[in-house]
């Protein structure tokens, strides 16, 4: 019986898909509505999901939901179906992600090949199960953003295999030293450097960093940081520093932030790892009744889409999401097509807005 059910919800949301009734690229409603739309089991919907994604008329996006496929392309021939690119992200469905991925998937299609997504969470044993199951399914060429880039690889077995089997595979966001994969990424140093070398020219003499430091954009950050205050030896001593691992519990760290903000003398901006920690912090800021930016000035990295709907605006530095996700599926494309590349570092630049601004 169940076999049938699957099957009926299968054949009802090819229709509705062919029909137009869910465009490409739009979310389908939720396991729990097609539950209710059906009146079937989650077993069956995920059955009828599962075949859907085969033909190619959805894609899933972990945590993310079910959206439909570039079907008309992706059906026509069947050598699609051998023609898979995964992806491997430290998270999918949130932050500035769903933009490189949305440029990887623009390219790819468009080339005949199809996408599989894993997202690691940060983690190096997800990051582990996640280049397994690339291998296994034989992909044609891998692009990945490296997990707890600034640690020890615990997965370098794994990486020197995808070397040893010659699958193609590019590193995006972030590169290990001691892998010759090419790689594309921000030049996060300079960026950084430029921020805070904005917020100096300003009149902010004592300036709190907040970095996370088990990935490479937040060390290079971080060393941005201070290469700007040894351009000024005599603030040089007035830097502040907080440093945290992803895996840490933020709340102890945001606490301690806030008490060097608040003390008498204390730094008048803060600069940190990324929007997201931006944002948290405008709140804490906040909840001790200081202004911003009148009493505290406060910077991001990666200009995240919310930061532009908030009051006041954040200040951030860009960040080229679609652009990467673009150039680094062309290059993919290329490494499996025989050519050579090369590895790219984008200049990106900061974006001046109401969060900052020159101290009293």
């Not at 029909?19 to 979310?27: A, D, I, L």
């Not at 709190?208 to 030896?233: C, I, N, S, W």
């Not at 911003?292 to 860009?318: H, N």
Request: proline share 4%.
């Amino acid at each position: 019986m169940s076999e049938i059910k699957y099957e009926k919800v299968r054949d009802s949301l090819i229709k509705d898909i062919e029909n137009g009734k869910y465009q490409e690229g739009k979310k389908l409603p939720t396991e729990s509505e097609l539950m209710q739309t059906y009146n079937v089991s989650r077993y069956t919907i995920r059955r009828a999901a599962g075949e859907l994604e085969n033909r190619h008329y959805i894609y899933r996006i972990q945590g993310g939901g079910m959206f439909v496929d570039n079907w008309k392309k992706r059906i026509k021939s069947k050598f699609n179906d051998a023609k898979m690119i995964g992806v491997i992200t430290t998270h999918l469905a949130d932050y500035i992600f769903p933009r490189i991925i949305s440029g990887i998937d623009k390219v790819i299609s468009e080339n005949g090949y199809s996408l599989i997504l894993n997202n690691t969470h940060n983690n190096p044993d997800e990051e582990r199960k996640a280049l397994k199951r690339m291998i296994d399914n034989d992909v044609s060429g891998l692009i990945i953003e490296p997990t707890q880039s600034a640690l020890p690889n615990k997965n370098l077995d794994l990486y020197n295999s995808l070397k040893e089997k010659n699958i193609p595979t590019l590193l995006i966001n972030a590169h290990y030293n001691n892998l010759d994969f090419p790689y594309i990424e921000v030049d996060d140093l300079e960026a950084e450097k430029e921020m805070t070398n904005y917020l100096i020219g300003l009149g902010h003499k004592k300036i709190l960093g907040m970095f996370q430091v088990d990935d490479m954009q937040g060390t290079k950050r971080l060393r941005g940081f201070l290469d700007a205050y040894m351009e000024h030896p005599d603030i040089s001593y007035l830097n502040e520093t907080i440093m945290y691992q992803s895996t840490e519990n933020m709340t102890p760290i945001l606490k301690e932030a806030i008490l060097k903000i608040n003390r008498e003398n204390g730094p008048t901006a803060v600069v940190c790892y990324n929007d997201e920690l931006a944002i948290q912090m405008m709140d804490v800021i906040r909840s001790v009744d200081l202004k911003i930016p009148k009493d505290v000035s406060v910077a991001g990295f990666d200009d995240y889409i919310l930061g532009r709907y908030i009051s006041p605006r954040l200040t951030t530095v860009a960040h080229p999401k679609e652009k990467m996700g673009v150039d680094a599926a062309k290059k993919l494309i290329d490494m499996i097509n025989g050519k050579k590349v090369t590895s790219k570092s984008y200049k990106v630049n900061i974006m001046p807005n109401e969060t900052t601004s020159k101290i009293d």
